[in-house]
């Protein structure tokens, strides 16, 4: 942070830049539905966007802003139509804005958010022909989408790999759009047949377990299962190298201390404040204390302890570093936050497209996630895209 501005204003900039892009996610919507007047709103709002950031001289959000502006003015213009791949590149040069907002204003690290180069093919787009219009529009989604690129911006909802039970490894490898709520389900009672392991008849009780779980949220219907199958394709990309049984203790409890929290923090539509917040990042270790006192777990209770820590070190509980996170974390710290960019959350309520989620995760790479495993996540979503799964 080397602009020489207080706090205060800090936060009143970045707020205000989060009720606008907000507006501007809504005007992209409404443009795609066909209300081209909402054009010229989406150019005001982006006007308001370097009002607020040349009040603090944020220059690199101003230029940036200025390529979408090019790119706007011409679709005004009829220069370029406004199609859906279009559409879904000022969403993902919104998404920019908002990074390099939170780089600049607080701080934080990305990797590469290729702003320069996604300025100059903002610009190059304008200028196109209407017969080289998709073609512009796919190298920029695959710039940003680590080669995902597809003519659609729903959300995922396709379960991407089958529902074929774990095989357990030798030893667990220690790693250096509102939805309507689920209904009400009873808890079903888990026996143990005799033929059954016990690791087998753990995994299902926790499966149960995580079932009750996904009630808390109406976002996450569905949650616990598709995290597992996302977990269990990654890990298998990458020859099984964490105990496959563990990761899927560790998926389906991950967020069981969630359930010690107050119901008003879980469902609080805006941002948490910092009493909050500090016993939110408590539920990884309530989690790793439940888990722990069962015998035969201690992998997965490490997973569970550890899948909010960054590799930047600057995650929590512990603000350990990449070398001290276990693999089956950074497993799960990628696809939990996918989940949670595609189906929305209390604080964040509009879902985001597949390529804008994929590309945010790409952006944090060496910093909130580990490389290794975002190229495995990487491939997991384009071979179910080749497959039809997406």
């Given at each position: 942070m080397d602009l020489d501005i207080d706090a205060d204003t800090r936060v009143h900039v970045l707020d205000s830049f989060k009720d606008l892009s907000n507006e501007m996610e809504i005007e992209l919507h409404r443009i795609e539905q066909g209300h081209m007047d909402m054009v010229d709103s989406f150019l005001m709002?982006?006007?308001?966007?370097?009002?607020?950031?040349?009040?603090?001289?944020?220059?690199?959000?101003?230029?940036?802003?200025?390529s979408l502006v090019e790119l706007a003015v011409a679709i005004n213009e009829n220069e370029v139509p406004p199609w859906k791949l279009v559409l879904e590149v000022?969403?993902?040069?919104?998404?920019?804005?908002?990074?390099?907002?939170?780089?600049?204003?607080?701080?934080?690290?990305?990797?590469?958010?290729?702003?320069?180069?996604?300025?100059?093919?903002?610009g190059e787009l304008a200028r196109s022909r209407f017969d080289l219009v998709?073609?512009?529009?796919?190298?920029i989604i695959e710039l940003l989408g680590a080669g995902v690129a597809v003519s659609q911006s729903d959300p995922p909802t396709a379960k991407l790999v089958s529902t074929e039970a774990p095989q357990a490894t030798s030893s667990d490898r220690q790693g250096s759009n509102k939805k309507t709520p689920p209904a009400s389900q009873a808890i079903t009672c888990v026996t143990m047949p005799e033929?059954?392991?016990?690791?087998?008849?753990?995994i299902e009780f926790f499966r149960v377990l995580a079932l009750q779980v996904d009630r808390q949220s109406q976002y996450w219907e569905g949650r616990s299962e598709q995290l597992n199958e996302?977990?269990?394709?990654?890990?298998?990309?990458?020859?099984?190298?964490?105990?496959?049984?563990?990761?899927a203790a560790a998926t389906y409890l991950h967020d069981i201390g969630m359930c010690y929290l107050p119901h008003e923090i879980l469902t609080k539509g805006g941002e948490l404040n910092e009493q909050e917040l500090a016993e939110m990042k408590q539920h990884p270790l309530w989690a790793y204390n439940y888990l722990i006192r069962i015998q035969g777990w201690d992998?997965?209770?490490?997973?569970?302890?550890?899948?909010?820590e960054r590799i930047d070190g600057k995650g929590y509980p512990h603000g350990n570093p990449g070398e001290?996170?276990?693999?089956?974390?950074?497993?799960?710290?990628?696809?939990?936050?996918f989940f949670s960019i595609t189906n929305g959350r209390a604080d964040r309520c509009h879902p985001r497209s597949l390529v804008r989620a994929v590309s945010d995760i790409?952006?944090?790479?060496?910093?909130?996630?580990?490389?290794y495993w975002v190229e495995l996540f990487n491939e997991m979503i384009k071979e179910a895209l080749r497959t039809g799964q997406l």
């Amino acid at each position: 942070m080397d602009l020489d501005i207080d706090a205060d204003t800090r936060v009143h900039v970045l707020d205000s830049f989060k009720d606008l892009s907000n507006e501007m996610e809504i005007e992209l919507h409404r443009i795609e539905q066909g209300h081209m007047d909402m054009v010229d709103s989406f150019l005001m709002t982006l006007s308001n966007v370097k009002d607020n950031a040349s009040s603090v001289h944020l220059y690199p959000v101003i230029d940036f802003a200025d390529s979408l502006v090019e790119l706007a003015v011409a679709i005004n213009e009829n220069e370029v139509p406004p199609w859906k791949l279009v559409l879904e590149v000022l969403n993902l040069g919104v998404d920019r804005l908002r990074d390099l907002h939170y780089r600049h204003l607080l701080g934080h690290q990305f990797g590469d958010m290729q702003e320069i180069k996604l300025q100059l093919m903002f610009g190059e787009l304008a200028r196109s022909r209407f017969d080289l219009v998709d073609d512009h529009c796919v190298m920029i989604i695959e710039l940003l989408g680590a080669g995902v690129a597809v003519s659609q911006s729903d959300p995922p909802t396709a379960k991407l790999v089958s529902t074929e039970a774990p095989q357990a490894t030798s030893s667990d490898r220690q790693g250096s759009n509102k939805k309507t709520p689920p209904a009400s389900q009873a808890i079903t009672c888990v026996t143990m047949p005799e033929e059954h392991s016990k690791r087998s008849f753990d995994i299902e009780f926790f499966r149960v377990l995580a079932l009750q779980v996904d009630r808390q949220s109406q976002y996450w219907e569905g949650r616990s299962e598709q995290l597992n199958e996302w977990a269990q394709k990654i890990n298998a990309l990458s020859n099984r190298s964490v105990d496959p049984e563990q990761l899927a203790a560790a998926t389906y409890l991950h967020d069981i201390g969630m359930c010690y929290l107050p119901h008003e923090i879980l469902t609080k539509g805006g941002e948490l404040n910092e009493q909050e917040l500090a016993e939110m990042k408590q539920h990884p270790l309530w989690a790793y204390n439940y888990l722990i006192r069962i015998q035969g777990w201690d992998g997965a209770a490490t997973i569970i302890l550890d899948h909010h820590e960054r590799i930047d070190g600057k995650g929590y509980p512990h603000g350990n570093p990449g070398e001290l996170i276990h693999d089956g974390a950074k497993i799960l710290a990628i696809i939990d936050a996918f989940f949670s960019i595609t189906n929305g959350r209390a604080d964040r309520c509009h879902p985001r497209s597949l390529v804008r989620a994929v590309s945010d995760i790409n952006a944090r790479v060496g910093t909130q996630f580990d490389a290794y495993w975002v190229e495995l996540f990487n491939e997991m979503i384009k071979e179910a895209l080749r497959t039809g799964q997406l």
